[in-house]
C-alpha cells in the first residue's frame, strides 16, 4: 500500500472494490489536515519572531507527525477490519443452525468493524486540537493553512462518523449499537464545535 | 507529480516547501470525495435492483471520473499559481519606483492566486450535487460512502475558501477583493448547506 501513487488510491477508491472506502477515504483526509498543522510548524520552527514558542512548535511537530503517520496506517487496518465482515455477510443462513452462527459470528465482527472509524474520529479530534494551537502560536503567514488543516479534519470526522453508524444498524445488540453511537455522537459534537471555532477564528483575522 | 505515493504527498505537504499547502490540500480531499460517488456508482450500475436508474448512474459515473480528475490536476496547478506569487513578494521594494512596480505586480498576482481555489471550490460544489444524486438513487449499501463524500467536498471547500481570503487580505484595490469575498462567501454558504443536508439524510437513514 506504501508504493500506491494518489492517483491509484482515487482510482482504487473510485472502483468497487469494498476498501478502500469511507474509513480510508476518511482517514487519508485526516492524515492530509494534520500534515497541513505540521507545514504551519516547519514555516514557524527556528523563526526569531517565534523564539517564545519554539519548544511548543517543536512538540507539536513531533506530535503531528506521529498522528499523520497513525492516520496513514488506519487505511490499511480500516481495510484488514472489512475482510471478517465481508466473510461473516458470505456465511450460509439456510438451516437454523447457521442462522445461529452466523448472527453470533455478526455480532463480534460489526463491533470489530467499529474500531477503526472510531479510532480514526479520535486521531482526528487530537489533530484539531494541535491545529487549534498551532493557528495560536504558529507563523501568522501561514494561519489559512491551520484553518484549512482543521476543516479537512473536521469532513475526516463526519465521514468516519456514518462507518460506526452503518455497522452500529445492522448490529441485533442494540444495548451496544447504542453505546457505539452516543459515543460517536459526542466525537461528533466535538469535533464540528472545535473545527468551526478554529475555522470562523481563522476567516476572522484574514477579513478583519 | 503523478508517480508521488501518498505518504509522499502527505509529507511534501508537512514540509515547509510552500507548496503543496491549503490549496493542494482542499483539491486532493475533493478529488477523494467525488471518488467515493463514483465507487457507490460502481457498486450500482448492472445491479437488477437498480435498474431504473441505470441511465443516471452512468451519466454520473462519467461526470464523477472527469471531476476527480479535474480537482487532482487542481493540485499541481495551485502549485504552478504560487510561483509568480512568490516572485512578486521577492521583488525589491527599496525606491517609490520599485514599490510601484512591486505593487502593480502584486495587484496581478494576487487575483491570479485566487482563480484556482475558486475553482476547487467550483468543483467541490458540483461534487456535492452529484454525491446528493448518488445518495438517493445509489445502491443502498454504499449509501454510508455518498455521505462520507459529501463530508470530505465540505471539508474542501471550507480549505479552500480560506486561500481566497488569504490572498484577498492583501490586495491593495479593495473593490476587487470585496468581489471575490462575496463570490466565496456564497459558494461557502451553498457549500455547507448541502454537504450537511446529504449528511444529516444519510444519518437519519442509518439511524432511522
Not at 63 to 88: C, G, M, N, R, T
Request: glycine content about 8%.
Amino acid at each position: 500500500m506504501n508504493d500506491r501513487t494518489c492517483m491509484q488510491f482515487i482510482e482504487e477508491l473510485a472502483s468497487s472494490a469494498p476498501t478502500p472506502g469511507g474509513g480510508g477515504a476518511a482517514a487519508f483526509a485526516g492524515a492530509i489536515g494534520v500534515a497541513l498543522g505540521a507545514m504551519v510548524g516547519n514555516l514557524t520552527t527556528g523563526k526569531k519572531k517565534y523564539v517564545a514558542v519554539q519548544p511548543d512548535i517543536e512538540r507539536m511537530l513531533d506530535e503531528a507527525k506521529a498522528l499523520y503517520q497513525k492516520l496513514y496506517s488506519l487505511i490499511a487496518q480500516d481495510a484488514e477490519d472489512f475482510k471478517p465482515l465481508a466473510a461473516a455477510y458470505a456465511l450460509p443462513k439456510t438451516t437454523p443452525e447457521e442462522r445461529a452462527h452466523r448472527e453470533a459470528v455478526m455480532a463480534e465482527v460489526l463491533v470489530n468493524a467499529c474500531n477503526t472509524p472510531l479510532e480514526i474520529m479520535r486521531c482526528a479530534l487530537t489533530g484539531l486540537r494541535l491545529q487549534e494551537e498551532m493557528a495560536e502560536k504558529g507563523s501568522v503567514m501561514a494561519v489559512s493553512d491551520a484553518g484549512a488543516g482543521a476543516a479537512l479534519l473536521q469532513g475526516a470526522i463526519n465521514a468516519a462518523s456514518l462507518n460506526v453508524f452503518i455497522n452500529a444498524k445492522s448490529m441485533k445488540d442494540r444495548e451496544k449499537a447504542e453505546e457505539l453511537i452516543k459515543e460517536t455522537e459526542a466525537m461528533l459534537e466535538e469535533g464540528n464545535r472545535r473545527a468551526e471555532k478554529i475555522f470562523t477564528d481563522v476567516k476572522q483575522r484574514l477579513l478583519g
